[in-house]
């Protein structure tokens, strides 16, 4: 099937979407006018107009959803030839080798992804200014040979043959893609899918045509992507267009990681690093942490995201591109692909103040340095007195402090005291020990934070950051000397507080040995601010 008759296909497909609603509002129209025309009268009638009006609603919102929405698109930071000349000089040159147009606009985004758009007319069959987005995370972890793979994939899509009428398809699976997963959403669970009952029908109406749509041009968006693979190895070299694929894995999760232990740690606190480091930071941990990542770009997935994911797996991607011949470009562009930006620290800064919303207080506090971000971040979430485990205690006793718990614990209430923590509906109908073992993760996980809460409100937990590994949690005694602390320091303290709180939490609970720990905190400390 040549790409003219792929691309009209498609086009029928939409405008099929577009049919289904347009025909059944013309159906409860023909129906209210021979309701309003009968002649009949009565509360039945009346029940009946609102019943159609209530059904007409969905089925415009429908055919409204279809529409692509008024500047839909990621966030970021946009970068001009003027300040980033070297950049765009490779987008552009790289346009001019594979045939096609440049972009108009280059946006920095904090996505671990490279996209290109065009906001073109008619369905894609008007030209229009196209833009790039490019992913900060992909400059600070690609090399410059791998980051001209991605750029080549992403403006090879414009480019190839196969894809000269791609942007027609690709946007006839976004728009019916956005709809069926917005009516998906819709459709609800409970009482709302009780009440909603001919919703739900529609709703599975358009479902279903638009999962057909999604199959029907899946084949299609595949072959582009291969064919756009194919370019970027012919232009960038099928080493670095391989090796970039096979990063993506492990910036995506090491990307996720730095954001939750590291960058916003501190974010519903409304405390950020210091400015410019929010993701700046990211670099110093891809450096420190260059081994955990090996295994994550051998191991690729086989399978992609979803059976309707436009992406072959990237297994596979790999396979085809290692696959062609050797080209002999295995030592270029090794330089990492970050230093192409010019005026790094203003741009880091600008995308902060482009992707990040505001706190609920309204401004965000910056942390002096990393260890003191670190500090701060998990001395309020240890103080934090709405944690479940500490919400159940001041439940039942008034107090919730270690002491207390222990002292229920002792008494032998623990399970009774645990059937106020959140738990799964399967976890609340079991029984014994059955009930016990789904719950003891979380009490595990509770009293660890518990514990370190108490060392803190007596001064007496000392945080240790690092990039290589796990922050520390250095327990002290007097003189700030570590108690369970040394080459074994982790979030949770050590394995000494590990072993007391299973003690703890056994069958035939000891508290002996978390009593006995704690005591050796003690001292005559003055508790910190804000810890309660």
């Known amino acids: ?25 013309a159906l ?23 019943l159609s009006v209530v059904l007409a609603v969905p089925l415009v919102r ?3 959803l279809v529409r692509t929405p008024p500047g839909e698109g990621p966030h970021g930071v946009e970068l001009t030839p003027e300040a980033q000349p070297r950049l765009w000089e490779l987008v552009r040159a790289l346009a001019e080798e594979a045939g096609t147009r440049a972009p108009a606009r280059v946006l920095l985004t904090a996505d671990v992804n490279a996209a290109v758009s065009e906001r073109a007319r008619l369905l894609g069959l008007v030209p229009g200014p196209r833009a790039l987005y490019l992913g900060l ?8 040979a791998q980051l001209r793979g991605v750029l080549a ?14 942007g027609l398809t690709s946007r006839v699976r976004e728009q019916v893609g956005r709809t069926v997963a917005h009516l998906r959403g819709e459709s609800g669970d409970g009482e709302t899918r009780k009440r909603n009952v001919l919703h739900r029908w529609l709703a599975k109406l358009y479902i279903g045509y638009g999962t057909l749509v999604l199959r029907v041009t899946l084949q299609d968006a595949r072959r582009q992507e291969f064919a756009a693979d194919r370019l970027a190895a012919r232009l960038a070299g099928r080493t670095a267009t391989a090796s970039a694929l096979r990063e993506l894995p492990a910036l995506e999760s090491s990307f996720a990681y730095y954001l939750d232990r590291y960058a916003l740690a501190g974010s519903d606190r409304g405390l950020l690093p210091p400015r410019g480091e929010v993701f700046g930071g990211y670099g110093r941990l891809l450096d ?7 295994h994550m770009r051998t191991e690729l997935p086989d399978e992609p995201a979803s059976p309707y994911d436009s992406h072959p797996p990237l297994a596979a991607r790999v396979r085809r591109i290692e696959e062609l011949p050797e080209d002999g470009r295995t030592d270029e562009g090794r330089a990492a692909a970050f230093a192409l930006l010019d005026a790094p620290e203003r741009v880091l800064a600008a995308l902060e103040d482009a992707v990040l919303k505001a706190p609920p207080s309204g401004t965000w506090t910056r ?16 103080g934090d007195q709405d944690a479940p485990l500490p919400r159940a205690l001041l439940r039942e006793k008034g107090t919730a402090g270690l002491p207390t718990l222990l002292s229920v614990i002792e008494e032998g209430r623990l399970w009774d005291l645990a059937r106020h923590l959140p738990a799964s509906a399967e976890a609340r109908a079991a029984k014994g020990r059955a009930r016990q073992a789904m719950l003891r993760p979380l009490l595990r996980e509770q009293l660890h934070r518990m514990v370190l809460a108490d060392f803190s409100v007596r001064g007496r937990l000392r ?20 108690l369970v602390a040394g080459p074994e320091g982790r979030e949770d303290g050590g394995p000494a507080v590990e072993a007391a709180i299973e003690a703890a939490l056994a069958d035939r609970p000891d508290t002996r040995p978390l009593r006995a720990l704690c005591a050796l905190g003690d001292g005559p400390q003055t508790p910190k601010d804000g810890l309660v």
């Open 28 to 50: 409860l129209g023909l129906g209210d006018w021979a309701l309003a025309t009968s002649g009949h009268h009565g509360i039945g009638v009346i029940r009946l107009l609102i």
């Open 137 to 144: 995370p992909l400059l600070q972890g690609l090399t410059e």
């Open 153 to 166: 994939h992403e403006l090879g899509h414009y480019s190839h043959a196969d894809t000269r009428l791609s």
């Open 367 to 382: 942390a002096a340095d990393w260890p003191d971000l670190l500090t701060r971040s998990m001395d309020a979430r240890l």
């Open 62 to 64: 429908g055919l409204a």
């Open 1 to 25: 099937m040549g790409a003219f008759t792929r691309a009209l296909r498609a086009l029928v497909l939409l405008a099929g979407f577009y049919l289904i609603g347009l025909v059944l509002l």
């Open 288 to 294: 420190a942490r260059q081994l955990e990542l090996v």
């Open 463 to 482: 945080w240790e950051f690092s990039w290589e590994g796990p922050h520390a949690a250095v327990l002290t005694g007097d003189g700030g000397a570590p």
